[in-house]
């Protein structure tokens, strides 16, 4: 159906995945080192579907990746399509927390 379907499926098929211990960051994705996982996970679905993009495993060079590469949408004229990586800032920490996958 096409690489951002796919994309989507391959994050799909990873609902139930849980760290282990609980609240420990740790899992699959990112080696059970304890950081967060989330830009591991987007990376870790790229790798598996060979899409070559921007490594999201820390959330700014994330950010500045895409930008760098025109591949960036500003969330106020935003029109999150599936596959799209979704980059979230919430109050009081890094300039963007965290990492997701539009489905």
């Given amino acids: 159906m096409g690489q951002r379907y796919d994309f989507c499926q391959a994050a799909v098929e990873e609902i139930g995945t849980k760290e282990n211990p609980a609240n420990s960051n740790k899992v699959k994705y990112n080696n059970n080192n304890g950081q967060f996982w989330c830009g591991y996970f987007v990376d870790w679905v790229a790798k598996k ?51 997701g996958i539009v489905t």
């Fill in 49 to 99: 579907l060979k899409v070559s993009m921007p490594s999201c495993v820390y959330t700014p060079a994330g950010v500045a990746g895409f930008q760098g590469k025109g591949l960036w949408v500003n969330a106020a004229t935003a029109k999150p399509k599936p596959g799209f990586i979704a980059f979230f800032d919430f109050p009081g920490g890094e300039k963007t927390d965290h990492a």
